[in-house]
C-alpha cells in the first residue's frame, strides 16, 4: 500500500510539473501570436499604403499610344 501511495505521489507530481510547464509554454506562444497579429496588421497598412501611392502614381503616367 504504501509503494503504491508514493507511486502515485510521483506520477501526480510529474503532472503538476507537466502542467507548469504547458502552462508557461501556452502563456508564451499567445503572447507569440499576439505580436505576430500586431506585425501583420502593420504589413496590410503598408501595404494599403503602398496601393494607395502606386495607383496615384500610375493615375499620373500618360496613356499609351497605340
Known amino acids: 500500500m504504501e509503494n503504491e501511495l508514493n507511486a502515485l505521489e510521483n506520477k501526480l507530481t510529474l503532472l ?5 510547464k504547458l502552462h508557461s509554454e501556452n502563456h508564451r506562444l ?6 505576430a497579429h500586431s506585425d501583420n496588421r ?9 496601393t494607395i501611392r502606386l495607383e496615384k502614381l ?7 499610344q497605340p
Not at 30 to 35: I, S, W
Not at 42 to 50: E, I, S
Not at 58 to 64: D, K, M, Q, Y
Open 16 to 20: 503538476i510539473q507537466a502542467y507548469g
Open 30 to 35: 499567445r503572447q507569440e501570436l499576439a505580436h
Open 42 to 50: 502593420v504589413c496590410k497598412d503598408k501595404m494599403a499604403n503602398a
Open 58 to 64: 500610375l493615375s499620373a503616367l500618360p496613356e499609351g
